[in-house]
């Protein structure tokens, strides 16, 4: 299940960044340019946060159950905190990751509540802006202090 997950989690990464880049900038056009609140605006908030809900449901799976990494983070927690690594993974890039993923449907909220276009746009831009920092922020990046690789196949 290991090596199904793994890449598909990669792949979710993928489509999370184009669909956050999507909904995000749709959101500071509207805001900025002063645009009407549309239907595909609302759809965009919408892949959003649908896409980054599978993703952490998947990131969710390998780090309860098949994960070997976290497996043995569990196994000896202390030892594992003094790892960079092992402490990316077993402690920051999930709790960022599910922050970011409170903050895209707080953003989505906010947005449908508000009553004014201007204010629907200035919402998502923020609350949408914000979560997709922190998904750039828990990414392991190959330059990152913890690197992975941009491509993971089955």
Known sequence: MYAFLLPLHNILRWLLLIAALFAVGRALWGWLARKPWQALDDRAGLIF????????????LLYVAFSPLTQTAFQNFGGAMGNATMRFFAIEHILIMVIALVLAHIGRAQARKASEALSKHRRAAIW????????????PWPFSGVPRPLWRWF
């Open 128 to 139: 949408f802006g914000i979560a997709l920092l922190l998904v750039l922020l828990a990414i």
């Open 49 to 60: 946060t649908t896409v980054m809900d599978l993703q952490v449901l998947v990131g969710l």
